[in-house]
């Protein structure tokens, strides 16, 4: 391309604006209007608008912007803020740069428009600075966990009287992912069948481990620092202190996402069943991570969803939020309670988490229950769900809580606890039961 | 439908300006009132029809400051003194017609402003200050061209070419010392 050919390019980047043609037509009118009827006062009402629209004329910018956008960070926890920012070079001309950002329903912006505008300094208007970078930076807070596109948005600038426009840019948005916060959580009493290597969790054989058990007689093989001498010195012979192995727990938490009952207001404001499904699956896997016990996920509802086989350790806590990240509620509505028990062996206790309005998780975990498996569901339908402004849906809602009611009754009879999402303490108790029936003698059979 | 659908947009995005979009707007709907009030002054006829005519024309402007409607009310404002004020009362360049022509200067400069943004961006302080002091120079030279016509229609009445040349020579002289200084730097 030459020279001159490449100057018209750039000049035609910059499009005259509504103010130029005003300045230009208006000025322009009422000067050969005051020539034509002889009315030099038309001159006076003319003669701003000719001089800007001059002025406009004489400082037309030219050459590309270049405007370039980037997210600081690609996934967040709920409740933090990432930066967009946008960059744009300066050209000979320019005077005013307006970025905006669009701005979703889960993300709030600072400042509270999306939008910021940048006025270029004096000094690089009138020497005609060329290649120097202006950033723009919009923070963004995400205030519900999940993917979403962030980052769609335009970015303009103007000369001198607004007479020549850049753009509006489109900016193509990015994928945010946005980690769910785990709800709190803790859980003091033991899972019920711990049966791995290593582990926080008191096993039910001896073995190496840091929990007294007993003090018997050395036998060969002891380790010598397991010996008990002031008793051994009374007695004349060697005693040992035995101790409880130490073993890992295997956990499977299986989510309900076939539905996303009552209004998500974002993290800190009212919850929908999906966010508290989600923030407590999190939870519970951060709090059994950290405990050194194994930890998996499997989700029913939501379609393109990862099985997570259970594994120990912190980066696969950011595995499983990941997926918890990724559901979408309600987008498969084909699930297969034999293939969801797939590979869980015996010994693993799963965790259902589901609002129970619908059959299929009650489906699932009777499926696992009569395959041996420890099974506890977690309510988490909201309390809130069911106060609507409709009388025919309080209606709707008491038929549905009541239906509600009687399946439970139904999954409880079948051995199957059932306790709503509480935070803390919310499993103890479910738990030492379950610890107590899986000891306790049973009846064969033949 | 569609007509009391945009209606209620446009007055959406008008509740939802910025406070330096609104002090824009404020400007942008009384300066042609203003310029309208000086015809009046200068000795224009009252007439009501015109005055809706502005009010309508401005409020346009301020819903949408980017489109042709800014030039409509420039346009219908000129007309308005051309016709209505009468220059055979022995004073051609009557001195609202500079009020007249600074409220022009006023209306075209806040809608070029709002123009320059979305309505709900702030506009920052070195913005202001820049387009002040532009204002003032426009403004400066605005005083200038009346004070160069009433002279000259003064001394030479009835040469109105004399005065346009003498136009021409001030804005070509502003236009070349500008391009001078540019080019220095």
Redesign the interface.
């Known amino acids: 391309m030459n020279e001159s050919a490449q100057a018209v390019s750039e000049r035609s980047l910059w499009r005259p604006?509504?103010?130029l043609?005003?300045?230009l037509?208006?000025g322009a009118?009422?000067?050969l209007?005051?020539?034509t009827?002889?009315?030099?006062?038309?001159?006076?009402?003319?003669?701003?608008?000719?001089?800007?629209a001059?002025?406009s004329l004489?400082t037309r910018p030219r050459g590309d912007m270049n405007p370039q956008t980037s997210l600081a960070h690609q996934s967040l926890r709920e409740g933090e803020a990432t930066t967009w920012h946008t960059s744009v070079n300066t050209v000979p001309g320019m005077?005013?740069v307006?970025a905006?950002v669009a701005v979703g329903r889960w993300l709030k912006a600072a400042?509270a428009?999306g939008?910021?505008?940048?006025?270029v300094?004096?000094d690089s208007v009138?020497?005609?600075t060329t290649g120097a970078v202006i950033r723009l930076d919009i923070a963004l807070q995400s205030r519900r966990w999940g993917r979403r596109e962030v980052g769609s948005g335009l970015v303009a600038a103007?000369s001198?009287?607004?007479?020549f426009r850049f753009g509006p840019h489109d900016c193509f948005p990015r994928i945010l992912w946005t980690l769910p916060l785990p709800a709190t959580f803790d859980a003091k009493a033991p899972t019920p069948s711990p049966h791995g290597l290593v582990g926080l969790n008191r096993s039910r054989r001896a073995g190496d481990g840091s929990e007294f058990a007993s003090i018997r007689a050395y036998q060969p093989g002891d380790r010598l620092r397991r010996i008990h001498w002031p008793l051994s010195l009374r007695a004349g012979e060697l005693y040992v202190t035995s101790t409880w192995a130490d073993q890992d727990s295997r956990v499977m938490l299986l989510v309900d996402a076939r539905n996303d009952l009552g209004e998500s207001g974002g993290l800190g404001l009212e919850a929908s069943s999906l966010d508290v499904t989600v923030r407590a699956a999190a939870a519970m896997a951060e709090h059994y991570l950290r405990r050194g016990d194994r930890v998996g996920l499997r989700v029913f509802g939501a379609f393109n969803v990862a099985r997570l086989p259970a594994m120990a350790g912190r980066g696969h806590l950011r595995r499983v939020l990941d997926t918890l990240a990724s559901i979408e509620a309600g987008t498969d509505r084909h699930s297969n309670p034999t293939k969801t028990a797939g590979d869980l062996t015996a010994g693993t206790l799963v965790v259902v988490l589901s609002p129970l309005v619908s059959p299929d998780a009650m489906t699932h975990a009777v499926t696992l229950a009569r395959r041996g498996l420890s099974v506890i569901i977690i309510d988490t339908l909201p309390d809130r769900v069911d106060r609507q402004a409709d009388v025919g849906m309080q209606l709707a809602w008491r038929i549905r809580r009541l239906e509600r009611e009687r399946d439970n009754r139904r999954v409880q009879d079948s051995g199957i606890p059932t306790v709503p999402w509480r935070g803390p303490g919310s499993l103890d108790q479910v738990l030492r039961d379950l610890g107590r029936r899986s000891s306790a003698a049973r009846m064969a059979r033949r | 439908m569609s007509i009391v659908r945009g209606a209620a947009r446009s007055l959406d995005d008008l509740r939802r300006l910025?406070w330096s979009q609104r002090r824009l707007t404020i400007i942008i709907v009384g300066a042609p009132v203003l310029a309208w009030c000086c015809s009046l002054l200068?000795g224009a006829a009252f007439s009501p029809w015109t005055l809706v005519a502005v009010v309508v024309l401005t409020l346009l402007t301020a819903i949408r400051?980017?489109?042709?409607a800014?030039?409509s009310t420039?346009?219908f404002?000129?007309w308005y003194?051309?016709t209505h004020?009468s220059?055979d009362t022995g004073d051609?360049?009557?001195p609202w017609?500079?009020g007249?022509?600074?409220s022009?200067?006023a209306f075209?400069?806040a809608?070029?402003?709002r123009?320059?943004?979305?309505g709900?961006?702030?506009?920052?302080r070195?913005?202001w200050r820049?387009w002040s002091r532009?204002v003032a120079i426009?403004?400066a030279?605005?005083g200038g061209?009346?004070g160069l016509?009433a002279a000259?229609?003064s001394q030479h009445p009835?040469r109105?070419?004399l005065?346009?040349a003498a136009?021409a020579v001030l804005?070509g002289g502003?236009?070349r010392a500008?391009?001078v200084l540019?080019r220095e730097?």
């Open positions: 604006t509504a103010a043609l005003r300045s037509y208006g009118a009422m000067t209007t005051a020539l009827f002889g009315r030099p006062d038309l001159v006076v009402l003319g003669a701003p608008l000719v001089v800007i001059v002025w004489m005077e005013q307006v905006a400042p428009t939008m910021r505008t940048h006025t300094s004096a009138s020497t005609g103007t001198a009287w607004g007479a | 910025s200068a400051p980017d489109s042709q800014g030039l420039v346009l404002v000129g003194w051309l004020v220059t051609p360049v009557s017609a500079l007249a022509g600074l022009l200067l075209h400069t809608t070029a402003a123009a320059t943004a979305p709900s961006a702030d506009l920052d070195a913005f820049r532009r426009i403004a030279a605005t061209v009346w016509t000259m229609a009835g109105e070419g005065t346009l136009f804005v502003m236009a500008r391009w540019v730097q």
